[in-house]
């Protein structure tokens, strides 16, 4: 089957979701998505509905977000242990630059929505301080601006879809675009769990997306994304799927750190 989404140039613009078709619907008829998306939607809820939620969900969302930076160093190749991590042990700038990153997600909510390209070049300055020269943080290399339009429209339309599979885009495009030629990896995982956050899939950023990824191993990450790049419907129903499974994997990792907290 063919499927037409809005994330190469001359893609729809989101003024006119309004009057058209979602352009995003067509993805729940690939196969496997719509109940991988189910499945995710079912395991974030479990944990939202924990009784930590109703008045600590705070202290579950700084731990998460060091859980995140973690597992999304690992994926870029980079592991260390959670415990070093939490000791400030750790300086290696791939790691400083995903906790850094991870960390400023709650102060780029409000603005996601409104302007992606600003949010995309602050997580990039953050991921990337350490590892590039200064004049190249935050901007995106001269390939990649057709296509950040296009998925801007995304970021900043409406949709039918599940989260969930918004998040999925957002994250597979930004991740096989990278834009930016270092940080790439960190800042499409950071723009993924954003998407989420933001499109209510997990407002109080409880879960670990990332960690559900780097549980899920490094190679089918790799081998998903590739699939995701190739532009057919299959690579993307394979990429989509994936990030559904990491979801509910996130999921279940808040749900050991929510009753970690409570164990004290």
């Not at 998505?33 to 939202?48: K, P, T, Y």
């Not at 924990?50 to 998460?64: D, G, T, W, Y």
């Not at 859980?67 to 994926?75: E, H, V």
């Not at 709650?106 to 302007?115: I, K, N, Q």
Request: hydrophobic residues 50%; proline residues 7%.
């Amino acid at each position: 089957m063919g499927v037409t989404i809005p994330l190469r140039p001359g893609a729809p613009a989101a003024a006119s979701r309004s009057a058209a078709p979602d352009p995003l619907a067509p993805l729940l008829e690939l196969p496997g998505v719509r109940d991988a998306a189910e499945s995710a939607r079912a395991a974030i809820d479990r944990l939202l509905r924990h009784r930590l939620m109703r008045n600590r969900s705070a202290e579950v969302s700084a731990e998460s977000a060091l859980r995140g930076a973690r597992a999304s160093a690992a994926l870029e190749g980079v592991d260390v242990p959670l415990v070093d991590l939490r000791a400030g042990q750790v300086d290696d700038p791939v790691v400083q630059g995903a906790l850094r990153a991870s960390l400023a997600l709650g102060s780029l909510v409000d603005t996601w929505s409104r302007a992606p390209g600003q949010v995309l070049a602050r997580l990039h300055a953050l991921a990337a301080a350490d590892l590039v020269d200064r004049a190249e943080l935050g901007r995106p290399r001269p390939h990649a601006g057709p296509r950040l339009t296009s998925l801007f429209t995304v970021v900043t339309g409406t949709s039918t879809v599940p989260a969930v599979l918004v998040a999925g885009l957002v994250h597979g495009e930004l991740a096989a675009l990278a834009p930016f030629g270092s940080a790439d990896g960190v800042v499409a995982r950071a723009a993924g769990r954003l998407t989420g956050i933001v499109r209510g899939l997990d407002p109080k950023a409880v879960s670990v997306p990332e960690m559900g990824f780097a549980e899920l191993g490094a190679d089918a990450y790799a081998t998903a994304l590739a699939g995701y790049a190739t532009g057919g419907p299959e690579g993307l129903a394979g990429w989509l799927v994936h990030c559904c499974r990491a979801t509910e994997h996130g999921a279940l990792e808040g749900l050991a750190v929510a009753e970690a907290i409570l164990r004290g």
